[in-house]
């Protein structure tokens, strides 16, 4: 259960928080008020810096009966609950969290690419007619896709790598069938019941996982003519 529930949570990020910076990066480069753009960036890495015990507490509220998310999803007709006592929610808390903390700060690698981008190359569309959107799909991401590819790469080798401290923050009895991952599983075995040997080699196991996807994806990525990390 907790391998299964690891790879759900994983898999769930990946999709969701992966693209969310690259989407965020994009839209502050293409904003023409730079003074509105640095505070948009300010303001995004933000999350970044508050404690996890801070950002999971905040969570906790905002997901409670009367929490500012129960009550705004009650305008859509959903029930007024504590969110994290429905297991089904766990994943969806836990990957919206992660965005809220963390986009801001990854799109600083993707500012950075952009910031790299020959200007004439958007110059030059210009005067071809190309549209935002155009330059935007023929110029921006093509332009980006090195730093893409590595950083996807990075975050496959990782995908087993669920942090005990969040999942501990936000688990209880009653979402506990989807909460239970790996780290949670070897935390507990190892610290609270001081199991050193079996705790150990459930983490060997999982970094030998970890192992496989980065050196897998690392020769699938330059096997299809894309940039590897060696």
Request: glycine residues 6%; proline residues 4%.
């Amino acid at each position: 259960r907790t391998f299964f529930n690891t790879l759900w949570i994983s898999l769930n990020t990946l999709l969701f928080s992966f693209p969310a910076p690259i989407i965020l990066a994009i839209m502050i480069n293409e904003l023409r008020l730079k003074k509105y753009a640095r505070v948009v960036q300010t303001i995004s890495y933000l999350p970044h810096f508050i404690s996890l015990v801070v950002i999971c507490s905040l969570v906790n509220e905002f997901t409670s009966k009367n929490g500012i998310v129960t009550q705004i999803l009650s305008v859509f007709g959903f029930p007024e609950i504590y969110m994290l006592n429905e297991p089904s929610l766990f994943v969806p808390i836990y990957v919206g969290s992660s965005i809220w903390q963390g986009c801001g700060w990854d799109s600083i690698i993707y500012l950075a690419a952009l910031a790299g981008i020959a200007p004439e190359l958007y110059e030059a569309a210009k005067i071809d007619g190309v549209g935002r959107l155009q330059k935007i799909y023929y110029i921006t991401i093509p332009c980006i896709v090195p730093a893409i590819v590595v950083m996807l790469i990075l975050r496959i080798g990782g995908i087993m790598n669920v942090g005990y401290e969040k999942i501990i923050l936000l688990q209880n009895t009653a979402n506990y069938s989807t909460s239970d991952v790996i780290s949670s599983f070897v935390y507990r075995r190892g610290i609270v019941d001081r199991s050193y040997s079996f705790s150990a080699a459930v983490g060997l196991f999982n970094s030998v996982i970890n192992c496989v996807l980065l050196f897998g994806s690392n020769w699938f990525s330059k096997k299809i003519g894309a940039n590897g990390l060696w």
